[in-house]
């Protein structure tokens, strides 16, 4: 079992910067890829940026590319969504995932835990 809490979210204006954490509980963190998805009033939940279970390989929405990085520090059982540039629609809550196994996916149905979510809102 593995919990999953984010923080970080808040409201900012366009061109500003945020940075997201999701701490996970349990000790077997490292055997988990994880990703960071988001969902906006009235859209389906949508894939925003994941990482191997070692953070070597790391993949992104063609949306964010450029603007976000993610990261994880295995031994604090964090993943981060370092986001840059922030535009009026990345608003939404995100939320982070965690996928049993190495590789990761840009499928929400693939993931086995989710956190309740931060409200990320931007501002124009």
């Known amino acids: 079992q593995v919990q999953l809490v984010e923080s970080g979210g808040g409201l900012v204006q366009a061109g500003g910067s945020l940075r997201l954490s999701c701490a996970a509980s349990?000790?077997?963190?490292?055997?988990?890829?994880m990703a960071w998805f988001r969902q906006a009033p009235g859209k389906e939940r949508e894939f925003v940026a994941g990482i191997s279970w070692s953070g070597g390989n790391t993949y992104y929405a063609e949306s964010v590319k450029g603007r976000f990085t993610i990261s994880r520090d295995n031994a604090k059982n964090t993943v981060y969504l370092q986001m840059n540039s922030l535009k009026p629609e990345d608003t939404a809550v995100y939320h982070c995932?965690?996928?049993?196994?190495?590789?990761?996916?840009?499928?929400?149905?693939?993931?086995?835990?989710w956190g309740q979510g931060t409200q990320v809102t931007v501002s124009s």
């Open positions: 349990g000790r077997t963190f490292n055997r988990y890829a």
């Open positions: 995932a965690a996928k049993m196994g190495l590789g990761g996916s840009s499928s929400p149905d693939e993931y086995d835990y």
